[in-house]
Nanobody, 123 residues
């Protein structure tokens, strides 16, 4: 069983940066691929980024390429999402997710989810 806790969200202006963190419990952190998803009001949950167990392979949604970076520190049991050049369209609740397997971009393939952290970008 893995428990995930996100932090780092907040209210920022367009063009600002934020770094989200996802702290995981359990001693098998390195066994799971991880990902970030987001959900805006009235919209479906949307893939943002994913990384392999080692962090050596990463995947991004087209709309965040060049602006967001996913990384993980297996020694600290933490996954990060560095978000730069934020836009109002990035406003959403951001969720961290883990899966027992390789990285994926479909929410249904993830086994564990955090409670989410709100990111609001004003224009």
């Amino acid at each position: 069983q893995v428990q995930l806790v996100e932090s780092g969200g907040g209210l920022v202006e367009a063009g600002d940066s934020l770094r989200l963190s996802c702290a995981a419990s359990g001693r098998t952190f390195a066994s799971y691929a991880s990902g970030w998803f987001r959900q805006a009001p009235g919209k479906e949950r949307q893939f943002v980024a994913a990384t392999s167990r080692s962090g050596g392979t990463t995947y991004y949604a087209n709309f965040v390429k060049g602006r967001f970076t996913i990384s993980r520190d297996n020694a600290k049991n933490t996954v990060y999402l560095q978000m730069n050049s934020l836009k109002p369209d990035d406003t959403a609740v951001y969720y961290c997710a883990f899966r027992d397997g390789g990285p994926a971009d479909i929410a249904g393939r993830f086994d564990y989810w955090g409670q989410g952290t709100q990111v609001t970008v004003s224009s």
